[in-house]
C-alpha cells in the first residue's frame, strides 16, 4: 500500500479522468454561472457586461425574499419530517425481533423508486378540492376541514413540501438502517448489562454513532430542500401565484420564461453559495462536536489519571 | 473470470461508442451526399423549364422541421401540409420533431447550441430574441416571390410584418378571439339570462352554485387562460387590455387595469370557478363544461368544432359581460385575442435556407387551407381558395357575422412581446383566482414587473 501511495503517476492517473469529468461537468459550469450573471444576456450571443446590476435587481425583488423564505421553510418541514421519521422507523425496524420487518422496510422505500411525477400527480389527485380524497375523508368523517390545499396561498408550500418528504423519507430512512446495522450488536448487549431500556440504549448508543450517517442525511435534506423545484413545477407551477417559488423556481423563470438568462445566472449564483454555506454550517457543526467530546473525554481521562 | 467479464464489457462499450461514431459519420457522408445531389439539382431544375404540373420544384433535400404535433387541431393541418408537399415538391423530405410545450426551451437550446432546424415555429418573444443572435431568416423575398405577401388578408397584414417591418415568419392563423362559451341548455333549465352586466353574471353564479353547477370552468393551471379573462374584463374598460401595457403604452396603476382586477376578485370571492382551478389543467375543465358539470368556459373561437360536436345546438358564446348596460353594448366590437408576427421561421445557416424558406411559405398555405377545410374556422391568414368539408359551427357563423364590425382586438398571451410582463401576468392572474390575494397586491407586482 505504501508503495502504491509512493507512486505518483499512478495517482494522477487514477484521479485524473474522475478529475477532469468534475472540472467540465461540473465547476466549469459553476463559473460559468458566476461569469455570466454579471452579464444583461438572453441565452444566445455573448451579452453585455452590466456589472452588478442583476443582483442589485435580484436584491430588490419581492419573488427573490419570497422564494428563500419559502426555501427555508420547506428545507426545514423535509427535513424535520424526514429525519424524525426515518430514525423511528430504521430503529423500530432494525429490531430483530419484530415481524414483518422486510415488507416495512420495502413499503418505506417504495416512494422513493416512484417517478417525481407520478407522485405528484398521485398527490394532486388526493388534493383536489372538488374530487380529492382527501377532502372527501375529512367529509365522511363530518370534520370541517376541507379546503383548496394546493390553492392556499399561506399552506401551499407546506402541502408541497410534505409531498417531497414522503416520497424521500424512504431514502433517509436506507441511509440510517444501513448506519445502525453496521453498529456492533456488543454495544447493546453491554447497555443491556448496565440496566439500560431499550430506549435509552437506542438514546445513548444508536443515534450518537450514527452522527456521521445523520450530517449525510441532513445535508442531502437541507441542500435538496434549498434548492427545490420539481414539485413545485408539476404541481402548482410556482402558484397559486409565486406562493410556491424557490430560488430554483425563480431561476427557471428568469431564464427560461423570460429570456433573462442573466438575471437567471445571479439567481443560481446565490443558490450555489446559499448550498456551500449549508455544508460549511453543518461541517463545522458536527466538526465542533467532535472536537468538544475528544476534549471532553481528554479532560475526562486527565481527571481519572491524577485521582 | 472477473477480469474476462470486464474485458468484455470494455470491447462492448467500446465497439459501441465506435458504431455510434460511423453512423454520425455516414450519416455526415450521406449528408454531404444529399447537399451535393441537392446542388446537382439545383443546376438541372435551373436548365429545366418546365415542370410538371402542379410541381413547384424538383429540388432534393431533407428538411428538420419543428412544428407543432399535439392535437386534432395541429395534426390535422400538417399531415395535409405533408401530402401537398409529396405533390409540389416531391423530393423534398420533412423529418418532423413535435414541438415541446416548454415556453420554447428546446428551440432556445437549438438556437444557442447551432442546431436549429431547418424549418421551425416560432412565437413573437422568441423572434426578439433570435433577430438579436441571426438565428432567423428575413423572408421578404420569399414571401414576394412565392406570393405568400399577396395572399395575406388585409386584415391580417399586422401578423405578417414584424414590429421593424421584415417578415420573420410565415403565419398560417389569423386574427383569433376569446370566446365566452355558455351551455345553453344549463341556462334554459335554470332560467338564467345570458349576462349583460356583472350584477346580472353575479345574479346567474348565485343560481348556478345553488344548484351544484359550477359557474365557470376554467383551466387555471395554463396561466395563459388566467390572463386572458382579465383582458377580457379590461377591455370592458379600457379596449387596449393588455396589449397597452404590452406596448409600453399604460401602466398597471391605470384605473382600467384597477377595476378589472378588482372585478376579478368579486367574481372570484362569488365563486365563479371551480374550487381547484390553479390546479385544473385544459382536458379537466373542456371536460367539466363538455358534461354539464360547468356552465360557462372560456377559450378561442377554436373550440367551437369541439364544442359543437359534443353539445350540438346547446352550446353557444355571448358577448363579454360588462359594468353596465350601454358598455355592454359598446363592448360588443371590442374583443380579446388577436394575432401576432408569428408561425413556421427559417434558419439562416440551413444548408438549404432557400427551399426551406419556400417550404416554409407552403406549409403555412396548406395549413390555412386545412383548418377552413377540416378545422371548421374561416380565420386563417391567407386568402385561400377552399370550401370546408363541412359547414361552418353555427357559433363560428355567428362570429364571422360580427367579425366586420370590430373595432379592436388586444393580444393573446403567447403573443405578448414583453416577456417578464407576460410571465408576470401568467403568474398574477393565477394568483387572482384565489380570494384571499388582494387586487393591490396584483396591480402592485404587475407594475414592477412593467418597470423591470
Known sequence: ?307 | MRKLTALVLCGVLCISTLVGCSKKANNEKAENKTTNTTETTTTTTEETEALPEGVLSEEKATLKIYAQYADEDTKVPYDYAVEQLKVAYPNVTLELEPQAQDDGQKLMTYAATGNLPDIYQVALAQIENFKQSGNIMVLNDVAKSTGFEDKVFDSAKNILYNEDGNIYAFPYAGNEYVVWYYNKAIFEKYNVEVPKTFDQLLTAIETFKANGIVPMSMFGAEGWITAAMYDVLATRWDAGGIAKLDNGEGTAKEDAYAKAADMLHTLVKAGMFQGSVTTTNYDQASEMFLNGEAAMFLNGQWYMTDATNKLGDDVDWMYYPSYDEASYEAGKTVWSGGGAAAGYAVNPNSKNAELAAKVAAFLSEKYCEAKVMYRGTPLVALDVDVQPETEFPAMMKKLQADLPAITSITKFDWHLSNATFKTALEDQTKYLMIEDYTPEEFIKELNNALQQ
Not at chain 1, 390545499?149 to 410534505?162: G, S, T
Request: proline share 2%; hydrophobic share 50%.
Open chain 1, 1 to 307: 500500500m505504501k508503495k502504491f501511495y509512493s507512486n505518483k503517476i499512478a495517482i494522477v492517473l487514477f484521479a485524473l479522468p474522475a478529475l477532469a469529468l468534475f472540472t467540465v461537468m461540473v465547476f466549469y459550469p459553476i463559473v460559468q454561472v458566476f461569469l455570466k450573471s454579471f452579464y444583461d444576456w438572453n441565452g444566445l450571443g455573448s451579452g453585455t457586461f452590466i456589472g452588478l446590476d442583476n443582483y442589485t435587481t435580484l436584491f430588490k425583488d419581492t419573488v427573490f425574499h419570497l422564494s428563500n423564505k419559502n426555501a427555508l421553510i420547506f428545507a426545514i418541514v423535509i427535513t424535520v419530517f424526514q429525519m424524525t421519521l426515518a430514525t423511528i422507523f430504521s430503529i423500530v425496524v432494525s429490531n430483530k425481533k419484530m415481524k414483518g420487518r422486510g415488507f416495512l422496510r420495502v413499503s418505506y422505500f417504495i416512494p422513493v423508486v416512484l417517478s417525481v411525477t407520478v407522485v405528484c400527480q398521485l398527490w394532486l389527485a388526493i388534493l383536489n378540492t372538488d374530487t380529492g380524497l382527501l377532502n372527501a375523508i375529512f367529509k365522511a368523517l363530518g370534520i370541517d376541514f376541507q379546503q383548496n390545499w394546493l390553492a392556499n396561498r399561506h399552506k401551499a408550500i407546506y402541502v408541497i413540501a410534505f409531498v417531497n418528504a414522503w416520497q424521500w423519507m424512504g431514502y433517509q430512512f436506507a441511509l440510517l438502517m444501513a448506519g445502525i446495522k453496521s453498529i456492533p450488536s456488543d454495544y447493546y448487549e453491554a447497555a443491556k448489562i448496565d440496566g439500560a431500556s431499550s430506549i435509552m440504549a437506542h438514546r445513548k448508543v444508536t443515534i450518537p454513532l450514527l452522527k456521521e450517517t445523520y450530517k449525510i442525511c441532513l445535508t442531502i435534506s437541507l441542500t435538496g430542500g434549498v434548492k427545490a423545484f420539481t414539485e413545485m413545477f408539476i404541481m402548482t407551477k410556482g402558484g397559486p401565484g409565486n406562493a410556491t417559488y424557490t430560488l430554483t423556481y425563480l431561476m427557471y423563470k428568469a431564464a427560461f420564461r423570460e429570456f433573462r438568462y442573466g438575471y437567471g445566472m445571479a439567481a443560481a449564483s446565490m443558490l450555489v453559495l446559499q448550498c456551500l454555506a449549508i455544508i460549511l454550517i453543518i461541517n463545522w457543526l458536527f466538526r465542533d462536536k467532535e472536537e468538544r467530546s475528544e476534549r471532553k473525554c481528554n479532560k475526562r481521562m486527565a481527571r481519572q489519571l491524577s485521582q
